[in-house]
């Protein structure tokens, strides 16, 4: 691996990095562990070495799709935790050395809506899927060895050793936090927990029902559990996840499968008697928004959907029930967090022991590994995998 800079001279122009990283050559297919090239930071942009990253259900769809958004060859990844390495022109909000979490989720901290409290959808720089670096459009700082452009993704791509963010997409942090954990709130843990604590705003005493008991399901029944929710309801269509979920708050479980003639509204409206207060959509799914908007309480329930669906993909609900019942649909992205305001507030929960990091971990393993992980995501035997670098 060569050094991004001259020795004894950390003032010199930072050089290109040559570095190992997991390449999405082809839809579906195994990621290929290669050496590459990562170019030096251009102004407001950020250089980091890798820690550990881990792998999301998201990684999953993209390494998976063929359509647009897709785009090969790529590197995936964007839940991780890193040391900035060099930084370029302009930015004064991390210098080199500083423990940062790279987030897909930009927080310019200038828009009107980053200044807002009512909004985490910064419109500096618009959330999209794209393969290239935010200020810089058709611009990547991924090359391989012969020359060929290397996209990016999710303004983070942390399966390579070192990667390049805009400033607007890191978050420093303690650095006394184990790295393992402290990762987590890049991407996942955050959503769940934020959509339950600042989308939703779960009251205390709520009932709250989650369709998908997968990583994302989990985390929100956590954050529900934080707000004090006293039933949560688990929807899923494999029963060992009503087991895996007890640990993190969930009360009661619901198959899907098994409600006989039933419709999975009708079962959860009676168990609740007229709905629940709070609905998540976390498989990603628009049949499954539509059960949820079902299964939300006439005058005040609210359902959020947090799962990624197809392109294309449409919800259809019926005009008349809209206006009728009173209630609520929203999307949550990134659980409506902003992330350098409320990242360092899980961190503080974390520590004082109130959020349960750890219990999200279900793997460990070296960044060389990283297929067998995927299986591990694909066959639902893992929660959360980290991988280590290095």
Wanted: hydrophobic share 35%; glycine share 8%.
């Amino acid at each position: 691996m060569e050094n991004g800079s001259s020795s004894g001279d950390n003032k010199s122009s930072p050089k290109p990095i040559r570095c190992k990283a997991a390449v999405c050559r082809k839809a579906g297919e195994p990621l290929v562990m290669e050496e590459i090239m990562v170019a030096p930071p251009q102004a407001y942009e950020v250089r980091i070495r890798i820690i550990c990253t881990t792998l999301c259900h998201s990684d999953v769809t993209f390494w998976k799709l063929q359509v647009p958004p897709a785009c090969f060859p790529r590197i995936l990844g964007h839940e991780a935790i890193g040391i900035v390495e060099s930084v370029g022109e302009n930015v004064k909000e991390v210098v080199e050395g500083d423990t940062v979490l790279p987030t897909f989720m930009p927080d310019c901290g200038e828009c009107v809506d980053c200044k807002s409290h009512k909004s985490n959808l910064c419109s500096k720089f618009p959330f999209k899927v794209s393969p290239w670096m935010p200020r810089y459009e058709n611009s990547s700082r991924f090359t391989d060895l012969n020359g060929q452009t290397l996209f990016h993704f999710l303004n983070v791509s942390s399966f390579s050793e070192y990667t390049v963010l805009d400033v607007a997409n890191v978050v420093k942090i303690d650095s006394s936090v184990p790295p393992s954990r402290a990762c987590l709130l890049s991407c996942g843990v955050s959503t769940g927990v934020g959509a339950a604590w600042e989308t939703a705003k779960v009251e205390q005493g709520s009932t709250v029902v989650i369709f998908g008991l997968g990583s994302i399901g989990l985390a929100v029944a956590e954050g529900a559990r934080l707000c004090g929710a006293s039933r949560i309801i688990g929807v899923d269509i494999n029963p060992a996840k009503f087991q895996v979920g007890q640990k993190f708050g969930v009360t009661e479980f619901v198959n899907s499968l098994t409600c006989e003639n039933k419709r999975v509204n009708e079962v959860i409206n009676e168990m609740t008697g007229g709905g629940a207060d709070y609905c998540f959509e976390c498989v990603g799914s628009s049949s499954l928004v539509e059960e949820a908007y079902a299964c939300c309480r006439k005058g005040w329930g609210k359902t959020i959907t947090l799962g990624v669906d197809k392109p294309g993909s449409q919800i259809c609900l019926n005009s008349s029930d809209v206006l009728h019942q009173g209630k609520i649909l929203m999307g949550s992205l990134f659980g409506g967090l902003k992330a350098k305001t409320h990242i360092p507030l899980l961190l503080k929960r974390y520590l004082s022991n109130e959020l349960e990091l750890d219990k999200f971990v279900t793997h460990e393993m070296k960044f060389e590994d990283i297929n067998d992980a995927f299986q591990l995501l694909v066959e639902g035997k893992s929660i959360r995998c980290v991988l280590w670098m290095g």
